[in-house]
């Protein structure tokens, strides 16, 4: 291979998260053991050889604590314990050992900026006085105006209407307000009372006591305030709800947090160093769109481990955005020997088969709305699925560790025509309709392609799931797919298992090759080369590729050839077969 051009470097690939496939199991939604229809941690381990088959290294638990689940979890009521829904400590050691012989590791899923409001200090917060000790652990503040109606200031929640919430006395009088960034069951913590700081400090070391070797850390980008809660400036009205708050200077990218996250550091790195053999690390969801310099703020030596590199997600369906995306991250982070976290599905992000199938995929001015990416351009699931499955080869094969989100290993697509009255996600309510939140991909996942037993995410014969599945949801169940040539599971497999067993791809460099293509993103990793066109012509690859290079995966069952790459494929080339 001739005409490579920049460079870029792994850092030194000692921990094992660096190189890692993380499968991220939405609890709810995944398997359920019990038959109420809700997913559940022995459904998780009754799953497990379906997930080492898969290939994967770990598996990262969305919040499975107590909880009224008004956030499905994201609203905390006891840090120390398992949601009884999903089961209990017993059964959540178990599942960890299980996987362990699995090969699997546990990560949680931690939530610092907020809890619930049935957590036991907050029920102490409001039955306590203003300005007592336990109000001292939450935002709470007296309201503006002569009788206090107003709220303290101006911010707004992220899930929609103002960020604070009046409590109502024991008297039944309105009394002081409480500030809440997502939604009023969702109290935020205020990290400068040394209580709180103490507290996740010994949930941490809790949990990895119990086997868990990791924490996805929650919404990191706004905790910490600024002093004396401003007024925010104001925002334009033509700014979506979701996105209104994240314009907020004084309770987004604070430095006031970054003091936890460099404790954290400390604590997590300690306890590796404590206990021979274990590796333990975090990861941070922070959006920080198209500003590496931002991205490199949380993730660093002396913070996270890793921060999701969410833009390769929310790259438009064009070469230069996605080459973009993917540079400005390893340009920002190789130098420091720092490695990416790539993803394209979690759970609050619209399903890829969907977002590449949309006629406007490739137009940056349809890709607003961070996460949540919702126009309303036509939809050809056929050609989303064919783009998913090629870009899910770029996923797995660039340097770092790779997140998938349940589910689109199957292929899925986001459920768009959920009725009103099945909904559950607090944004749709919160924003009264006008988002329809992520209700779409999170859908219980179909096993079989029998219904019984909601395509065998129930026992046969169990209540019906929490949120219903469409029609045709058999035609994506993972037994449809078992064994099946040119389904998207046996791709998955096909490639986590080559990534797995090819070195190159595991501690390689990025290495660019130079091609002067519109559509064509092609790059190197050591000796395989990764070619995507993201065309609807074909590219001839006579004058990129040298005769003596081999198809060891083809996104398109068809390709079997590096003589021309059909429209929305990807391939991996190499001289052997690492197989
Ligand atoms: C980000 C989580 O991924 C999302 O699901 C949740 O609603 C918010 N943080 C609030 O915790
Ligand atoms: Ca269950």
Redesign the pocket.
């Known amino acids: 291979m001739t005409n490579a051009t920049d460079q870029h470097h792994l850092g030194s690939t000692t921990h094992w998260w660096e190189t890692a496939v993380v499968y991220q199991v939405y609890v709810r939604s995944f398997a359920d053991a019990n038959g109420d229809g809700i997913g559940d941690l022995a459904g998780i381990t009754s799953r497990l050889p379906y997930l080492a088959d898969l290939g994967v290294d770990a598996l990262w638990l969305t919040p499975c604590f107590p909880s009224p689940q008004h956030?499905h979890g994201?609203d905390v009521a006891d840090y120390f314990d398992i949601e009884p829904a999903y089961g209990d400590l017993a059964i959540f050691d178990t599942m960890v050992s299980r996987a362990r012989e699995h090969g699997i590791r546990i990560l949680m899923d931690v939530?610092p900026?907020?809890c619930s409001w049935d957590h036991e200090w907050f029920k102490a917060a409001l039955a306590a006085a203003p300005g007592s000790p336990e109000r001292e652990r939450f935002y709470f503040r007296d309201g503006r105006g002569a009788d206090g109606s107003e709220p303290p200031n101006n911010w707004q929640a992220v899930f929609g209407g103002p960020a604070w919430h009046r409590v109502v006395d024991a008297d039944g009088t309105p009394g002081q307000w409480y500030l809440q960034t997502?939604t009023p069951q969702?109290p935020d913590w205020n990290w400068g009372c040394a209580d709180v700081v103490d507290y996740f400090d010994r949930m941490i070391t809790f949990w990895f006591d119990r086997g868990v070797d990791g924490f996805r850390v929650?919404?990191v980008a706004v905790l910490g305030k600024a002093p004396g809660l401003p007024d925010a400036p104001p925002v334009p009205d033509d700014v979506r709800p979701t996105d209104r708050a994240l314009r907020n200077p004084h309770t987004h990218f604070r430095p006031e947090g970054h003091d936890v996250w460099r404790r954290w550091r400390k604590l997590v790195d300690g306890y590796s160093a404590e206990h021979p053999g274990r590796e333990v690390f975090t990861i941070a969801?922070a959006y920080t769109p198209r500003q590496p310099e931002v991205l490199l703020q949380f993730q660093n030596h002396e913070e996270f481990h890793q921060v999701f590199a969410f833009d390769f997600m929310l790259a438009p369906w064009n070469v230069h955005d996605l080459r973009e995306s993917i540079d400005a991250t390893v340009r920002a982070l190789s130098p420091e020997g720092l490695v990416p976290a790539w993803t394209l599905n979690?759970?609050?992000a619209q399903r890829a088969v969907t977002r590449y199938g949309r006629a406007d995929a490739h137009d940056p001015a349809s890709w607003t709305g961070n996460n949540l990416v919702y126009t309303d351009a036509p939809i050809d699931l056929d050609l989303g699925a064919r783009r998913a499955r090629a870009i899910a080869m770029i996923l797995l094969a660039l340097p770092g560790s790779a997140y998938l989100y349940q589910g689109e290993e199957l292929g899925l697509p986001e459920v768009l025509d959920i009725p009103a009255e099945a909904r559950q996600d607090p944004i749709f309510f919160r924003t009264n309709g006008a988002e329809i939140g992520?209700d779409g991909c999170r859908v219980p996942l179909p096993w079989t392609t029998a219904e019984d037993g909601a395509h065998g995410f129930s026992p046969i014969g169990s209540a019906a799931p929490w949120m219903p599945q469409p029609s045709a949801w058999g035609q994506y169940a993972a037994d449809a797919q078992d064994g099946v040539d040119g389904s998207m599971l046996e791709l998955y497999r096909r490639a986590i298992s080559v990534r797995r067993r090819h070195g190159d791809l595991r501690g390689g460099a990025l290495r660019w090759i130079a091609v002067e293509h519109p559509t064509l993103l092609a790059f190197e990793r050591g000796e395989i080369t990764v070619l995507l066109n993201v065309g609807s012509d074909p590219v001839e690859l006579s004058g990129i590729v040298d005769g003596t290079t081999r198809v060891v995966v083809a996104s398109d069952p068809e390709t079997s050839s590096a003589s021309v790459l059909p429209p929305d494929t990807a391939i991996w080339l190499a001289r052997t077969d690492p197989t």
């Open positions: 956030d994201y939530v900026n907020h997502f969702q929650d919404a969801e979690n759970h609050d992520r």
